[in-house]
Antibody, heavy 115, light 112 residues
Framework: QLVESGGQLVQSGRSLRLSCAAS????????MNWVRQTPGKGLEWVSG????????GYADSVKGRFIISRDNAKSTLYLQMNSLRVEDTAVYYC??????????WGKGTTVTVSS | QSALTQPASVSGSPGQSITISCTVT?????????VSWYLQHPGKAPKLVLF???KRPSGISNRFSGSKSGNTASLTISGLQPEDEADYYC????????????FGTGTKVTVL
């Protein structure tokens, strides 16, 4: 099970940190990802991190502004979002990575960025 | 980054079969290795329905099948049922040295 938290209304230019608490599986065995969905639009992969934090990836739209991290001792994934823009408004999902796909998804947390 | 293009909408009557395509418009799907598919009901989280092009996770109906040829992957739903009405997304992992996933543009499936 994955439970996201931290989403809220925030002004453009500010920062926000999302969390994703994992349970029911060995968190430190798997890569993890953040995927977002803008209202009425499709899915966009935002960022991912390997089980040991050695490799991290970012979509071009967030590169240099967002930082993904994880705490395996706490079974928690994070997304530090800086310099937020109106276009970052979305529902943010965390998803467990398995090989080349994502097999477990959280219910999402909503981030709204106002101008 | 590459783009995965899907038809905006596909519809069918109960009992019919429909196929959703997923075409790589800038790079070959083959170089991305496997494609996965997700369905999403309104207001709900995405759910994995196919992985590694054609494999079904536990609990997914065998009415869902997948294939890939050249630059195009396909999801077929046979024996269409009302609960199949949802948005469907393909996804490919463009990994290697780059930790990167790409989602398709999404297809709205309507059961008439």
């Amino acid at each position: 099970q994955l439970v996201e938290s931290g989403g809220q209304l925030v002004q453009s230019g500010r920062s926000l940190r999302l969390s994703c608490a994992a349970s029911g599986f060995n968190f430190d065995d798997y890569a993890m990802n953040w995927v977002r969905q803008t209202p009425g639009k499709g899915l966009e992969w935002v960022s991912g991190i390997t089980w040991n934090s050695v490799a991290r990836g970012y979509a071009d739209s967030v590169k240099g502004r967002f930082i993904i991290s994880r705490d395996n001792a706490k079974s928690t994934l994070y997304l530090q979002m800086n310099s937020l823009r109106v276009e970052d408004t979305a529902v943010y999902y965390c998803a467990k990575g398995l090989a080349e796909y994502m097999d477990v998804w959280g219910k999402g947390t909503t981030v709204t960025v106002s101008s | 980054q590459s783009a995965l293009t899907q038809p905006a909408s596909v519809s069918g009557s109960p009992g019919q079969s429909i196929t959703i395509s997923c075409t790589v418009t800038r790079r070959e799907v083959g170089t991305y290795n496997f494609v996965s598919w997700y369905l999403q009901h309104p207001g709900k989280a995405p759910k994995l329905v196919l992985f590694e092009d054609s494999k079904r996770p536990s609990g997914i109906s065998n009415r869902f099948s997948g294939s890939k040829s050249g630059n195009t992957a396909s999801l077929t739903i046979s024996g269409l049922q009302p609960e199949d009405e949802a948005d469907y997304y393909c996804c490919s992992y463009a990994g290697g040295d780059n930790f990167l996933y790409v989602f398709g543009t999404g297809t709205k499936v309507t059961v008439l």
